[in-house]
C-alpha cells in the first residue's frame, strides 16, 4: 500500500481540468429553473442516481465519474444515497413498466426544489427500447424532466458537461 | 431432425451423448439438434439433476420449448425440442432446480405451462403490463424462527447500480435467508427482436447488458453466421477476440478495485477505476467507442487497427500490468481486507456444479469450465491460455481468478495481435435464407448462450439468450447465508451479477 501511496505524491493527481458546461443547456437551465435555485442551493448538488430499465452501460459511466480522472465531486456534485438527501434525480433507462412505480416513489420522495436528468438515449426516448412493450418510454412521460443528455451511453464528459450546466443554470437563474 | 424412440418415463437419465448419437447429426454451430418426445425430454432434464449434462438454457420459440444442453466431457452440445401440447410442456424444473427460474419466466412471457413446476409464483410479471390480469402481490419464501426480522432493500439502491429487490431474513447480524426478486428492467428483448433485420437485432443484441457488450455482439453474430453460412474473415475474427479480452480486461479490473471499496479500500477502487478508465480511453481512440458497442457486427468487425493501434494496446497492456502489480500487492499485504474476504460467502461447490456456473463462480469454486476452452471457437482455438481455478470459493477466491484470469488475457490479446495478417475485416452476407444458430461465448462474468432463427427476408423470427447470471444469481442466495449483512456487498459485488442480462 505504501507504493501506492508514493507513487500518488511523486506523480500528482490524475484529475483531468473539467470541461466548459454545455452553453445551450446552461441558458435553457436558467431559464427553466427560475428562481427556484439559487437561494436554495448555491453550487452544490446532491444527485441520487435511478436506473429506470437500462441496459447497465449509462452505470458504468456515471460510476467513472468518480474515478480520480473526472473527479466529480469537485464540482460540489455528489451521489447520495437516499433520494431524501437529493436535489437531483439522474434517471437512465427506457422506464420498464416494472420500474415505473420506482421512479415515481422516488421522485415524489425527493424535496422540492428538485430536478430531473434524463441520462441516456434510452432516457431520452430515442434508444433501442424506445418502442417496446414492456417500457413506458422517456423518462419524461412519467416525471417532469429540467434536462436530458443524450448519447448511447453518454461519455462521462458529456454527463459531466450536462452537470455543470446545471449548476450554472441553477446559479444563473433571474431574480 | 430424427425423433427418437419411445422410452419410458421410468427409465434412468439419459446422457447427451447417446441423444446425439441416435439423432446423428450436428449442425455447423456445434450443435445437434434433438426432436424429443416426453420421455426423452423428462429422462435429459433428470439427466441434468444427475449431473450426467448441464442445463445451457431454456427458452420457447415457435411452439417448442428449447433447452440447450451440453457436456464439456464428452465434447458434445444439444438443442433439445419438445412440440408444446395445448401450450404446456413437462416442467423441467420438477427435477432439475436451476430450471425454475428460466421456466418461470417463459411462462410470463409466453403463457407456455410447466406442468409440475414446484414454484408457480410469476418472475418477470409484476402484475403491471398494460393489457394483462393483474395477479396479488409476490409472496416471498416463509422463514420461520425466533428473534428473526425482515430487511427489504431496493429495487431502488443506494449506490449506482442496477434495480433488484432482496429480502433478508436475519437473525440480528446473521443472514439466515436472502431472497432476490428480479424483472424490474424487463425491457421485452425477445418480442423486440422478433421481426427486426439483422442490424437492428444487432444492436438489440449489444445492450442486452451493457457491461458484456462485446460478447453478446459475439454471441448474436456467431449464431447469425452459423443460421447463414457466412464466412467471417480471419482478421475479423482476431479483432473480435482482441476486442472480447479488453473487455474482460476492464470489468476484472473494475471488479477488484470495487471489491476493495466495499471492504472500505477505497485507495484501490481509484488505483483500479485509473487502470479502467485507461483501458475505455484506449478503446474509444482504437474502436469508436468506450466499450466498444456495436463493434462486433455479422460477418466481422467494423474497425480496423493499423500498426500503431496494435503498437498502443501492446503499451496499454504494459500500463495495465504495472499498475495492477502493485494493487495486488496492496491487496495481498492488507490484513484488514484480507479478513473481509477469506471465508466470506462461500458458493458451495455442490450448488457450482448443479447449477453449472461459470465464470469466477464456478472457476473460484473447482468448476474450469470456460466456453473459450470446452468448445473453443475462433479466435481462441488458435492461442494458448490456462484456466485458472480455486477450491476455497469465497470472496477472496472470486478476487484471485479475476486477478489471474487478467495475466491470461494479456496474454491472449498479445498472441492474437501476433496472428494478426492482413486481410479484410468483414464478409459481405450471404443470400438470406431461413435458418437457425446458436453460439456459446464467454463473457467477462461466464458463459453466455444466443439462439437466433431467421426467416426470409433476412429477418429475425427468435432471438434468445441466456447470460451467466441466470445460474449465478440463485448462488449468491446460499453464499450469504450464515454470513453478516454488512459482508453483502463484498458477497453482492463479487458475484457482480448482471441485472438487466437476466431481466431482458
Not at chain 1, 107 to 128: E, H, L, N
Not at chain 2, 76 to 95: E, F
Amino acid at each position: 500500500m505504501h507504493i501506492l501511496l508514493l507513487d500518488a505524491l511523486l506523480k500528482g493527481p490524475a484529475t483531468e481540468r473539467a470541461p466548459s458546461p454545455d452553453e445551450a443547456a446552461v441558458a435553457d437551465l436558467a431559464r427553466a429553473l427560475g428562481t427556484r435555485a439559487r437561494a436554495r442551493l448555491g453550487r452544490s448538488l446532491a444527485i441520487r442516481e435511478v436506473d429506470a430499465g437500462s441496459c447497465n452501460a449509462c452505470e458504468l459511466e456515471i460510476h467513472a465519474l468518480g474515478n480520480p480522472v473526472y473527479d466529480v465531486e469537485r464540482f460540489g456534485l455528489k451521489f447520495v444515497a437516499s433520494p431524501r438527501h437529493a436535489d437531483v434525480l439522474l434517471v437512465t433507462g427506457a422506464v420498464s413498466w416494472n420500474m415505473r412505480e420506482g421512479l415515481e416513489r422516488t421522485y415524489a420522495a425527493t424535496p422540492d426544489p428538485k430536478w430531473v436528468v434524463a441520462a441516456g438515449d434510452c432516457a431520452a426516448g430515442c434508444g433501442v427500447y424506445s418502442e417496446s412493450h414492456a417500457c413506458a418510454g422517456a423518462v419524461a412521460k412519467i416525471v417532469p424532466v429540467d434536462l436530458v443528455i443524450p448519447g448511447c451511453p453518454p461519455t462521462p464528459t458529456d454527463l459531466l458537461k450536462g452537470l455543470l450546466a446545471l449548476v450554472e443554470g441553477a446559479t444563473r437563474s433571474p431574480r | 431432425m430424427i425423433t427418437l424412440n419411445e422410452r419410458g418415463a421410468d427409465t434412468d437419465p439419459v446422457a447427451l451423448a447417446d441423444a446425439i448419437r441416435a439423432a446423428l447429426q450436428v449442425r455447423a454451430d456445434g450443435f445437434a439438434r434433438i426432436e424429443a418426445d416426453t420421455a426423452l425430454w423428462i429422462g435429459l432434464a433428470r439427466g441434468c439433476a444427475a449431473g450426467w449434462q448441464d442445463l445451457g438454457a431454456l427458452w420457447i420459440d415457435d411452439h417448442h420449448v428449447r433447452m440447450a444442453l451440453w457436456d464439456a466431457r464428452e465434447n458434445c452440445r444439444a438443442i433439445v425440442s419438445l412440440t408444446l401440447k395445448a401450450g404446456a410442456y413437462p416442467s423441467v424444473g420438477l427435477h432439475h432446480a436451476p430450471a425454475l427460474r428460466l421456466e418461470r419466466a417463459m411462462r410470463d412471457l409466453y403463457g407456455a405451462i410447466p406442468e409440475g413446476i414446484p414454484d408457480e409464483r410469476r418472475w418477470l410479471d409484476h402484475g403491471v403490463w398494460p393489457g394483462r390480469e393483474h395477479e396479488p402481490g409476490y409472496h416471498f419464501l416463509a422463514v420461520d424462527g425466533n428473534g428473526l426480522h425482515q430487511i427489504p432493500v431496493g429495487p431502488v439502491h443506494a449506490g449506482i447500480i442496477e434495480p433488484g429487490h432482496f429480502r433478508f431474513t436475519a437473525n440480528g447480524e446473521t443472514v439466515a435467508r436472502l431472497e432476490a426478486r428480479l424483472g424490474y428492467v424487463h425491457k421485452g428483448v425477445e418480442a423486440l427482436a422478433q421481426g427486426a433485420p439483422v442490424e437492428k437485432a444487432a444492436r438489440l443484441a449489444a445492450r442486452m447488458s451493457g457491461d458484456s457488450t462485446v460478447a453478446y455482439s459475439f454471441a448474436f453474430s456467431h449464431a447469425v453466421e452459423a443460421a447463414l453460412g457466412w464466412d467471417v474473415p480471419p482478421r475479423g475474427q482476431i479483432l473480435r477476440g482482441v476486442m472480447a479480452e479488453l473487455e474482460r480486461l476492464s470489468h476484472h479490473v473494475g471488479d477488484v478495485g470495487g471489491i476493495c471499496n466495499d471492504a472500505a479500500v477505497a485507495a484501490l477502487l481509484a488505483r483500479c477505476s485509473l487502470i479502467r478508465e485507461d483501458i475505455l480511453r484506449t478503446q474509444d481512440a482504437l474502436f469508436g467507442h468506450r466499450m466498444m458497442m456495436d463493434a462486433v457486427v455479422p460477418g466481422g468487425v467494423v474497425r480496423d487497427i493499423d500498426a500503431s493501434g496494435a503498437a498502443a494496446i501492446l503499451a496499454l497492456l504494459e500500463r495495465i500490468e504495472t499498475g495492477f502489480h502493485r494493487v495486488i500487492r496492496a491487496y495481498d499485504q492488507s490484513p484488514s481486507l484480507q479478513n473481509r474476504t477469506h471465508g466470506t460467502g462461500i458458493a458451495e461447490p455442490d450448488f457450482i456444479r448443479q447449477f453449472a456456473a461459470g465464470g469466477f463462480v464456478g472457476r473460484a469454486g473447482g468448476r474450469a469450465f470456460d466456453a473459450r476452452r470446452a468448445f473453443a471457437y475462433p479466435p481462441y482455438n488458435a492461442v494458448a491460455f490456462k484456466v485458472p481455478t480455486r477450491e476455497e470459493s469465497d470472496v477472496d477466491a472470486r478476487i484471485w481468478i479475476r486477478i489471474e484470469e487478467i495475466a491470461e488475457s494479456a496474454a491472449i490479446i498479445r498472441q492474437l495481435l501476433g496472428r494478426l495478417e492482413d486481410g479484410p475485416i468483414r464478409a459481405a452476407p450471404p443470400p438470406f435464407q431461413p435458418g437457425a444458430g446458436a453460439a456459446l461465448v464467454e463473457a467477462f462474468r461466464g458463459d453466455l448462450f444466443v439462439a437466433v432463427r431467421i426467416e426470409d427476408e433476412g429477418r429475425i423470427a427468435h432471438m434468445h439468450a441466456r447470460d451467466a447470471s441466470w445460474f449465478q444469481w440463485p448462488l449468491l442466495e446460499t453464499a450469504i447465508k450464515g454470513n453478516i449483512v454488512a459482508d453483502f456487498p463484498l458477497c453482492n459485488k463479487s458475484f457482480n451479477c448482471s441485472y438487466s442480462g437476466v431481466d431482458l
